[in-house]
């Protein structure tokens, strides 16, 4: 094979197979297509409504702080007030909008659809671009990953942020200057959501810039070079901030740890969505052979950022914040995830895939129902116990999940809330991460993120100016609520949150 062919086969993907897409930029799949846009987007929306509430870690939190930035505005918070902040904020600006016109409930589910859209359909314009074609299969895939971990993590300034830096991937790929110029509004408007995607896409960019302009054979030494330069990277970090970094973060390299959401039932379908993209990969080198898979420029983006995934820490306490920035490794996942999405999407599915795909998505969205569902019934008994605390109380949860990495329980007390009472361990106006910020103290939350930390752990030591303070727990098969008093330790008791619905609590009781 000469060096032009490597070129020719290589250049902005160069995967020319059949169903090449016609010119228009990566989001003309939209304009051309717009009732099969509609009912795919219908069709991926459901798990957002199957459901009374959405179940999303830190959803909970960030539709709780939009009522509280309500209350701030009215004059109804004190010791607690709005900053200005330059990223980590459309989200909630967009919930907190929102809110205003139509209540907490259409809040939530409104904006977690925008979001599930904006990064569904950013991620496959992603593809699109670098494919060349419109590999319509591998939205089925998509949509397992747009409601994988990070989703139901509820980080939606990232969540967000990440797809609309692939919808700017997309036109800034194409290298014309009038796409370029319309990715620019984007570029900005996801750096409002979060910083990390817009690093990535800044990177990714370079990179190409560089690949494009060197011969192909010559492209591994840069994929090596950018690793090289990611482990400088992570060198300076550790030495210059408080960090954590763990050898388990390798798990995150492939992407489909995504799908790990609640239980171990879900490795399988991790193991499932591995075998898919490898059986795709496979057919991809047979097509192309693999010196020019090698060469070409989306593999060696799966690499660099996959590489990022292991080396970069995966905690960072960043100046200027009091929480640190976590779970770096598994939010990086996601863009492995699309990315390697996006250098499998240049080949068709055969049956097995076929047959592969169509079995991911029935038991993954079968096993989120089930879960969801589970989750729901948990927050319902919450919100008969906080039915019984007096209105403005403040409460805190002492629920923690048995045999989880994250509580899924941790913040859900912040939605129950919402109206009604104050969330007292919040941990986002402590942070200094968001908006919402503590300026003393106040009835409404902890002022320091230590604090918080304890009352999420269930290792706080009540003051006599928390009082009265109010704590929902576990007693025996039912949920509970007592007053705290001066001296005590909160604790925290366990429960299994997403069991089987035959095990799960069958009755409340106080």
Known sequence: MNASAVEDATQGAGYRLRSAAPSGGSTGFIQRTPVRV???????LLPCFWQAHIQAVD???????????????????????????????LFDL????????????????????????????????MVCAISRRRPWYILAVIAVLAYGWTYHMGFMNFYISLGLCCFAFGLLWRRRWKPAVCALPLV????????????????????????????????????????????????????????????SQFISMTGADQIWIFQSKYHALEFMLLVIWLSLYVRLVKR????????????????????????????????????????????MSLVVGVAACALVGSV???RREWAGIAVLMGLFFSFLYVDARSLNYVESLLEQSVAQIPPGARVINALCDQHKDVNLLGHMLDRVCIGHCFSYANYEPSSAAFRVRVTGENPIVVAADRDSNALQEGRYVVKPGDLPLYQIYLHGQYLDTRQLAAGE??????????????NLLREHAK
């Open 38 to 44: 509609t009912l795919i987007s219908v069709l991926v």
């Open 59 to 89: 959803l909970s939190s960030h539709l709780y702080n939009a009522w509280i930035s309500i209350l701030i505005g009215e004059g109804k918070a004190p010791g607690l007030a709005i900053v200005s902040q330059r990223t980590n904020v």
């Open 94 to 125: 967009v919930l907190a909008g929102l809110m205003r016109v139509v209540g907490p409930w259409a809040a939530e589910h409104i904006a977690v659809s925008l979001a599930v859209l904006v990064f569904f359909w950013g991620a496959f314009a």
């Open 188 to 247: 900005a408007l996801a750096l409002v959501a979060h910083a990390i995607p817009v690093a990535w896409l800044a990177a990714s960019m370079a990179y190409t810039w560089l690949a494009r302009m060197i011969p192909p054979r010559a492209r591994p030494i840069l994929m090596f070079a950018a690793v090289a330069l990611l482990a400088v990277t992570r060198q300076f970090l550790m030495s210059h901030f408080a960090t954590r970094w763990e050898p």
């Open 288 to 331: 192309m052979s693999g010196l020019r898979v090698l060469f070409g420029i989306p593999f060696q983006l799966c690499v660099v950022v996959a590489a990022a995934v292991l080396f970069l820490p995966g905690a960072i306490l960043l100046p200027g914040y009091n929480h640190a920035l976590r779970y770096v490794s598994e939010r």
């Open 348 to 350: 068709s599915p055969g």
């Open 489 to 502: 330790v909160t604790g925290a008791t366990c429960l299994e949150s997403t069991p089987n619905p035959s």
